[in-house]
């Protein structure tokens, strides 16, 4: 079994996650919920043709995706490639040598933070490939490159306070709670996963570090040969867009009702030139421009381009070093895209049968189990559902009507037994887009993340069960 997972491991698991899934249509019949109750449906079996179909479904699907990592692939080729960044990168790492500890934990807090109150999570990747630079130049080791970046991301999904993803915001919807409900336990699950993840990094940092293999970089940069390089305009131009990319995927409007973002977007598109709105006209009206706090990934995208072509015109790099620089960039980003589309088909499989699917039967077999509300089975039941669907808007819209009728006295606790437990299953199930495409960027084997995150994870569920428990008989 260790041979067959030796190489390539990340493709081969994800190919028995998609084979799986494709089996279990031909064992497992559909369902739907009708309120409280499960419909009974035909076993609907994924043929032959529809199987390999499922791969172009998901490439049309999830493109953006995909999109955005060559697009970041391509941004951080051009940077490698500017003077003054790799003398930024050599200036921070120098500020930081004898203080990896403590960068380790302010990143995964800030990272993890940002997470906790976003509107997404993949837009946080921006900073990635430039965090993980310099951990690696302070003689750091893989894991603790991911668990900075990757796994800070996680922490925040699982400690989920003001975030307004599009699944937390179906189960609000459905259950009737708001971001503020039960806050101070998100706050609690937060601090607590928090020092517990940190616990395990601190530990691995002191017993590794200055010992680890020299790890391969996607992005390493050289050092710089002209010692007097400014980093002024380079660290203007990139702190403008870290800026950007934070508040704008800040649900300003809809989790914190700051109304000033919306109302200066509906005013600058409404400037009129005549009986022409000008603005509207120079920016455009798709969904990518939107007013601050509610920007997508293809927003993030064009920003990452006008500062590509800003650097590239203040530093005079040769448009054919430009292509050549993007191009090898995007190359080196060519695995974690393929491993987001790969991904992904575990969900199209399930979601190409419609409304009727094989996972709702499985919820309803492990929640009739108890005829009551039981923390320990929807906690089961969260970790199957985000093995299945990738998306977790979709978990929610689908689950968060069928909890809420079924279990009214427990309404307020559901969205956080959910989301906590989708975010703690984002750090070991093969179909998390975070950690396979986090594992696939800094080539690190899934065997090898498990054995150092197994602990981490036993204790953590120890943890939520324990706060769901108090959340159900205590308050």
Known sequence: ??????????????????????????????????????????????????FFSTFVSSAQFFMHQALFLLVLGGFYGLLTK???????????????KGHEVVFVLATTFVLAVLASISIGVYQILLVVPFIITVILRLKMDKITAFGATFGAILIGVIGATYSSTDGINYLNEYTGSTFATLIGAKVVIFFLIYAAFS??????????????????????????????????????????LVALQIIGFIGWHNTFNIEIFQNFHE????????????FRYIIGSTGATSAIGEWNLLTLMILMALATIIIATV?????????????????????????????????????????????????????????????FLMSLNGIITSFFYTDFGYNGWLTGFYFASRFTEQRELIPIVINSIHGLAQFFVPTSLVLM???????????????????????????????FLLLQYVF
Not at 440 to 460: D, H, M, P, R
């Open 1 to 50: 079994m260790k041979k067959i997972f030796k190489n390539h491991d990340l493709f081969k698991i994800i190919g028995v996650a998609i084979l799986f899934t494709a089996i279990l249509t031909w064992i497992i019949p559909t369902g739907a919920f009708s309120e409280t109750e499960l419909v009974q449906g035909e076993i609907s079996r994924i043929g032959f043709v529809d």
């Open 437 to 467: 495409a986090g594992l696939a960027y800094l080539n690190l084997e899934y065997k090898t993340w498990f054995k150092y995150i197994w602990k981490f994870l036993v204790i953590t569920f120890a943890i939520l069960l324990i706060i």
């Open 267 to 278: 005013w600058l598109m409404g400037i009129q030139i005549g009986d022409h709105p000008i």
């Open 82 to 96: 500017v003077k003054a960044y790799q003398a930024l990168v050599e200036k921070v790492t120098k500020l930081l």
């Open 199 to 240: 616990y395990f990094n601190i530990k691995h940092i002191k017993s590794t570090l200055n010992k680890a293999e020299k790890t391969e970089d996607k992005f390493a940069v050289e050092a710089p040969t002209n010692k007097k390089t400014s980093i002024i305009c380079i660290s203007v131009i990139l702190g403008i």
């Open 315 to 375: 530093y005079k790099v040769k448009f054919d070093e430009v292509i050549d620089s993007i191009s090898t960039g995007m190359k080196k980003m060519l695995k974690p895209a393929l491993i987001v589309i790969l991904v992904n088909i575990v969900f199209v499989l399930i979601y190409n049968n419609g409304h009727t699917d094989i996972v709702r039967t499985m919820m309803n077999f492990i929640l009739n189990i108890t005829n009551s509300f039981n923390v």
